[in-house]
């Protein structure tokens, strides 16, 4: 990782979120991906096709913020049943959230059972249901606001899987051993596991069930961690059935020894951990078991249910993990309602709502389905989704991820390519790109050069350009005034979107580019006032800093804000004043995800057609 900034190389060496236990005999990799490899090639099989009852979900339905958001979802929805991307015979909802005060994916979870109900009576009782939290606009990863972190591109399939596909696969074994009930999983990590070739995980048992991975103590810190009931046997299996004593969200590592939840290898000696992309990198001998998903059978469902109707309105954050599942098992107390250590934004009816739900969901079991060959990944960040796609980690591996999917571009040199990810693009023979770089959905040009360590999303680059080194570039269509638009989000893929100040004398604090923003607003020749900001005027960020042009064409789009970038790089003037701006945050807010969605469908029947072509002219 030479030229790599220091902080981005310890960002990438702790990108791996879970933990993992090594077989003595076989290498967990290699397990892993024998086993994920099964489930993506038994998906395979039944994209566009009619499913048979019980040999799917019932119900797959995913959380929107907001009615903006729920028609983006709808559109691509649409678009992937009409392609025969998905199963048939399934239904597929999108359940958005009330307008008003965010309610978190726990309050999701409750108006996404209100939605059934009102969709369904009394028949969701008997039905298996995902439910895919994928509300909220992603600022650590912003081309996942665009359309949603459920509609991530990844580079693998044929068409493209996005990380709806991805779930679909990797939960494809669950419904024919689930009783009727709901699995609940968020939109931006992965689970891969591997278990005996005759062994199913079962969701039979009343009440509660969860996944546990081993994971190192630190990634306990920002996860759920579950204490759990002795076990009666000395030798650790891949697949556990477990007694939850109760459940800690993320605990201090003094909480995880003070509830006894660390545990020791004793004869499990041969338990390593995986971290980045070194495949056993040995780390402390202690480990815990955390979360990822969890199931609720449908007794525990409509008790939420009831409880939800019976409150009327949420007006404060939910968290289905540290709200939910802290209230269950024998050993719950209802300290854990006042401790407000972990919350993002504290509202006074917090803890009041919290201690209901406890006392509500109290002396209900905590099933725990451990499952020691396990990982966990993350991709909800930018220098996630770069690290995981373009590095050899093992994820890469595990999935199969592809360096060239579903794309046309000039003959790169194969070392090249195990090093850059181009996901449903074109690529002119003259272009070039270095190492460590993502494209998807985009066009470039002829004299067209990509920096190392960038990504870019939805753009069309035509003219000669160069993209500089850890760039992030995102092209939006927008509708303004019933009118066709374009503009490009381009920043450094390390600024942190989400970091904030209160006053305009602050905003000398906020960086672009690893340039003081105060700077960058000389060099754009544009004045520090309230009126440069979108939102909340006591929340100035680079998310709502109206600083992006907007254009009538794509590639006039993508030119300028790219010589935005260069006049910062180069420390040389380049006025904004004559452009309408906007702020990502209103880029959002105007997007019109029906001509993204056309922009795409252009460049995949464009890739057909040159596949059939090639596939012709071979003899």
Not at 280 to 295: H, I
Not at 319 to 344: C, K, M
Not at 462 to 479: D, R, W
Not at 509 to 527: A, E, P, T
Request: with cysteine.
């Amino acid at each position: 990782m030479s030229g790599v900034p220091p902080r981005m190389r310890a960002v990438l060496r702790g990108l791996w979120k879970g933990g993992a236990m090594a077989s003595a005999r076989v290498p967990l990799d290699v397990t892993l991906r024998k086993a994920t490899q099964r489930k993506l090639r038994r998906f395979s099989k039944l994209r566009g096709k009619p499913v048979a009852a019980g040999e799917f979900w019932d119900i797959v339905a995913i959380t929107a913020a907001d009615e903006k958001q729920e028609l983006a979802y709808r559109q691509q929805l649409s678009k992937k049943l009409k392609r025969k991307e998905l199963p048939l015979g399934v239904q597929y909802h999108v359940f958005v959230d009330p307008a008003g005060a965010k309610i978190g994916n726990g309050g999701s979870t409750l108006c996404a059972l209100r939605c059934l109900e009102k969709l369904y009576g009394d028949k969701w009782n008997s039905f298996t249901i995902l439910l895919i939290h994928s509300g909220g606009y992603s600022q650590r990863l912003p081309s996942a606001s665009a359309v949603g972190k459920i509609f991530t591109a990844l580079p693998l399939g044929n068409p493209i899987y996005q990380m709806l596909e991805l779930k679909l696969a990797m939960y494809i074994d669950f419904p024919p051993h689930m009783n009727p009930g709901i699995l609940v999983t968020c939109a931006d990590d992965i689970e891969l596991y591997s278990i005996g070739e005759f062994e199913y995980i079962n969701f039979d048992k009343p009440g509660f069930t969860a996944l546990a991975h081993p994971s190192s103590v630190k990634v306990g810190t920002t996860h759920g961690v579950f204490i759990l009931n002795p076990l009666n046997s000395l030798k650790h299996r891949d697949l556990e059935y477990r007694c939850c004593h109760c459940f800690l969200h993320k605990p201090s590592i003094e909480e995880m020894h003070q509830f006894n939840a660390v545990c020791r290898p004793g004869n499990f000696c041969q338990q390593e951990f995986a971290r980045g992309d070194t495949a056993y990198l040995q780390l402390d001998r202690e480990y815990v078991y955390t979360d990822s998903v969890f199931y609720m059978d449908h007794k525990s469902a409509k008790k939420l249910l009831a409880f939800y109707e019976e409150i009327g309105t949420l007006n404060c954050e939910i968290d289905a993990y540290g709200d939910f599942l802290q209230a269950l098992g024998p050993g719950a107390t209802i300290e854990y309602t006042r401790n407000t250590s972990n919350v993002t934004k504290e509202e006074s009816e917090l803890v009041d709502m919290r201690q209901k739900i406890f006392h509500l969901l109290k002396g209900t079991s905590l099933n725990v389905v451990v499952l020691n060959n396990s990982k966990f990944y993350h991709i909800g960040t930018t220098e996630e989704y770069l690290f995981h796609f373009t590095s050899e980690s093992s994820l890469k591996s595990e999935l199969g991820f592809q360096s060239i999917a579903f794309s046309i571009l000039p003959d790169i040199p194969e070392c090249s390519r195990k090093a850059s990810c181009i996901i449903q693009s074109i690529l002119d023979l003259r272009s070039s790109m270095a190492p460590g770089s993502i494209v998807e959905y985009s066009r470039l040009g002829p004299d067209v050069f990509v920096g190392e360590n960038c990504f870019i999303s939805n753009s069309y680059i035509i003219t000669k350009a160069v993209v500089p080194a850890y760039s992030f570039v995102c092209s939006l269509s927008l509708k303004v005034n019933g009118h066709l638009a374009y503009s490009t989000m381009a920043f450094g893929v390390q600024d942190n979107l989400k970091n904030n100040v209160k006053t305009l004398l602050d905003v000398k604090l906020l960086q672009f580019f690893g340039v003081s923003f105060l700077s960058c607003l000389d060099i754009w020749n544009l004045k520090i006032t309230e009126e440069l900001f979108s939102g909340n005027k006591t929340h100035l960020s680079l998310w709502t800093a109206r600083i992006f042009p907007v254009c009538c064409c794509l590639s006039e789009s993508v030119i300028t804000s790219l010589k935005m970038l260069d006049a910062i790089k180069n420390n040389s003037p380049f006025s904004l004043n004559s452009y309408k701006l906007f702020s990502i945050e209103e880029m959002l807010a105007y997007k019109d995800v029906e001509d993204m969605i056309a922009y795409r469908e252009q460049i995949f029947l464009e890739i057909s057609v040159n596949k059939k072509q090639s596939d012709l002219e071979i003899p």
